[in-house]
């Protein structure tokens, strides 16, 4: 029976999972209490969780340094850095003012009653701590402490230097080329461990949260839920179809393995190697640009977790508290949720760091930030979704301005992702021209 079960299709394994789960931790919870799931399933999802996680940092500063090494000259990559950047905004924007207008449709915090506080110690961010986080004094130290926005930005001008230095550079990319490649192979190792991450994790979740301690904040989940899923049917597919020029019906078809996953595991780095997949395998973005956006965007593009949940909080505590907040603190509130996502990291709980940011430039109380710890893991499934889909989104509208986007592979039935990855930058997607009947072609970046 479990050699059956190997078989069956990536996606069919992980969705088996989930049910699975959901219904092991169903059962578990009643018998055994909720701190059963917390002793006994949590730490099997934390292992494969921190397995992903340990990979990430040398995974996303070699695919930089080679994706930027490797381009011809550095105006092309300030030109695809600046829309890339632009894009970012522009949707998060589109995601902030969808929260603002679901919370304010809502209400989700008028009629709460008393919440229990957990007590917490809200880290303080400031712009200053943001802008140190671009340049690490120690990189060794950055990639220690998981500081990815410093690695990203010292991955991004080695691989520029690379380019200014010539032949010697060249040289020098190709190893970088070889010690991407052997991340990749570890990744995907690890990747291929996600039915069983996935299990224990759903059935975590289930088992630790029941329906009848989250009934105070259920108006806050559902407007979180509601206001994800109208910027993943509703935002994105109108992005998608005015300015990708692509369905969105088959963006979705070809993402999903990374959305399904997000969702899941709640960690947008985690479900890098993932989205870097479908990216370029199945949606048909150039592998030297999608190198380089995709990391960029589990670092710095926090869609569900940096714009909508900050939002929607910002709103519920307002409401709770009794304040009336008036138009200058709602255009703060977007302009804090908007650009403080650079602050924020791709790992599970970094909307706690956005939405202190976010409070305190609205003049709002952080003490309340207490309210939502206890139900932070069941909306931040709905945030990471949101996240990650949102960094596959940006890759497909700049590509297709730039030339970049292989329709024959994005119209292509999908390919399967339980093979192993091209082992280099330069491979084809998978070969996934030749299944559709074409062979592709590499656009130029120059």
């Given at each position: 029976m479990n050699l059956r079960v190997w078989k069956l299709p990536f996606w069919q394994q992980a969705v088996l999972a989930l049910v699975l789960g959901a219904g092991v931790g169903a059962v578990i919870r009643p018998v055994f209490g909720d701190e059963a799931?917390?002793?006994?399933?949590?730490?099997?999802?934390?292992?494969?969780?921190s397995l992903l996680k340990l990979v990430v940092v040398p995974l996303v500063f070699t695919a930089i340094v080679v994706s930027v090494?490797?381009?011809?000259?550095?105006?092309?990559?300030?030109?695809?850095?600046?829309?890339?950047?632009?894009?970012?905004?522009?949707?998060s924007a589109i995601a902030v003012a969808i929260?603002?207008?679901?919370?304010?449709?809502?209400?989700?915090?008028?009629?709460?009653?008393?919440?229990?506080?957990e007590t917490t110690e809200p880290e303080t961010v400031t712009w200053v701590q943001v802008l140190k986080n671009l340049a690490p004094s120690n990189i060794v130290k950055a990639m220690a402490e998981g500081n990815v926005l410093g690695v990203v930005v010292f991955a991004a001008i080695l691989g520029a230097a690379l380019v200014a230095v010539g032949e010697r550079g060249a040289r020098l990319t190709a190893l970088f080329e070889d010690f991407y490649a052997v991340m990749g192979k570890i990744v995907w190792w690890v990747v291929r461990l996600t039915?069983?991450?996935?299990?224990?994790?759903?059935?975590?979740v289930v088992g630790t949260y029941g329906p009848e301690s989250l009934a105070p904040l259920a108006k806050f989940i559902v407007a979180i839920y509601i206001a994800g899923a109208l910027m993943l049917l509703v935002g994105y597919p109108v992005l998608l179809r005015v300015f990708g020029r692509v369905?969105?019906?088959?963006?979705?078809?070809?993402?999903?393995?990374a959305m399904q996953f997000a969702f899941v595991s709640a960690s947008s780095l985690g479900t890098l190697p993932i989205t870097q997949r479908v990216t370029v395998e199945r949606n048909g973005v150039d592998r030297s640009y999608a190198s380089f956006a995709v990391p960029l965007g589990a670092t710095i593009k926090f869609d569900g977790c940096g714009a909508i949940y900050p939002a929607v909080?910002?709103?519920?505590?307002?409401?709770?508290?009794?304040?009336?907040?008036?138009?200058?603190?709602?255009?703060?509130?977007?302009?804090?949720?908007?650009?403080?996502?650079?602050?924020?990291?791709?790992?599970?709980?970094?909307?706690?760091?956005?939405?202190?940011?976010?409070?305190t430039t609205a003049g709002l109380p952080l003490e309340a930030i207490g309210y939502l710890i206890a139900i932070d893991r069941v909306i931040d499934m709905m945030r990471t979704m949101v996240n990650v889909t949102g960094q596959a989104v940006v890759p497909v509208l700049v590509a297709r301005s730039d030339g970049l986007l292989d329709d024959a592979i994005f119209n292509a039935p999908p390919k399967a992702l339980d093979e192993a990855p091209a082992d280099t930058l330069d491979t084809p997607a998978g070969d996934a021209g030749q299944e559709s009947g074409t062979k592709r072609k590499e656009p130029a970046l120059a």
């Amino acid at each position: 029976m479990n050699l059956r079960v190997w078989k069956l299709p990536f996606w069919q394994q992980a969705v088996l999972a989930l049910v699975l789960g959901a219904g092991v931790g169903a059962v578990i919870r009643p018998v055994f209490g909720d701190e059963a799931a917390t002793d006994w399933l949590k730490p099997i999802g934390d292992v494969y969780v921190s397995l992903l996680k340990l990979v990430v940092v040398p995974l996303v500063f070699t695919a930089i340094v080679v994706s930027v090494g490797r381009l011809r000259n550095v105006g092309n990559v300030a030109r695809l850095t600046l829309k890339t950047l632009g894009w970012f905004v522009i949707t998060s924007a589109i995601a902030v003012a969808i929260g603002l207008a679901t919370a304010l449709i809502l209400k989700p915090g008028t009629g709460v009653g008393k919440l229990a506080v957990e007590t917490t110690e809200p880290e303080t961010v400031t712009w200053v701590q943001v802008l140190k986080n671009l340049a690490p004094s120690n990189i060794v130290k950055a990639m220690a402490e998981g500081n990815v926005l410093g690695v990203v930005v010292f991955a991004a001008i080695l691989g520029a230097a690379l380019v200014a230095v010539g032949e010697r550079g060249a040289r020098l990319t190709a190893l970088f080329e070889d010690f991407y490649a052997v991340m990749g192979k570890i990744v995907w190792w690890v990747v291929r461990l996600t039915p069983i991450g996935s299990f224990f994790l759903m059935a975590w979740v289930v088992g630790t949260y029941g329906p009848e301690s989250l009934a105070p904040l259920a108006k806050f989940i559902v407007a979180i839920y509601i206001a994800g899923a109208l910027m993943l049917l509703v935002g994105y597919p109108v992005l998608l179809r005015v300015f990708g020029r692509v369905s969105p019906v088959k963006f979705f078809r070809n993402s999903w393995p990374a959305m399904q996953f997000a969702f899941v595991s709640a960690s947008s780095l985690g479900t890098l190697p993932i989205t870097q997949r479908v990216t370029v395998e199945r949606n048909g973005v150039d592998r030297s640009y999608a190198s380089f956006a995709v990391p960029l965007g589990a670092t710095i593009k926090f869609d569900g977790c940096g714009a909508i949940y900050p939002a929607v909080a910002a709103v519920f505590i307002a409401q709770y508290q009794g304040i009336e907040l008036g138009l200058g603190q709602y255009l703060l509130i977007a302009l804090a949720a908007v650009i403080g996502q650079l602050g924020t990291g791709g790992t599970p709980g970094p909307a706690i760091v956005a939405l202190t940011l976010t409070l305190t430039t609205a003049g709002l109380p952080l003490e309340a930030i207490g309210y939502l710890i206890a139900i932070d893991r069941v909306i931040d499934m709905m945030r990471t979704m949101v996240n990650v889909t949102g960094q596959a989104v940006v890759p497909v509208l700049v590509a297709r301005s730039d030339g970049l986007l292989d329709d024959a592979i994005f119209n292509a039935p999908p390919k399967a992702l339980d093979e192993a990855p091209a082992d280099t930058l330069d491979t084809p997607a998978g070969d996934a021209g030749q299944e559709s009947g074409t062979k592709r072609k590499e656009p130029a970046l120059a």
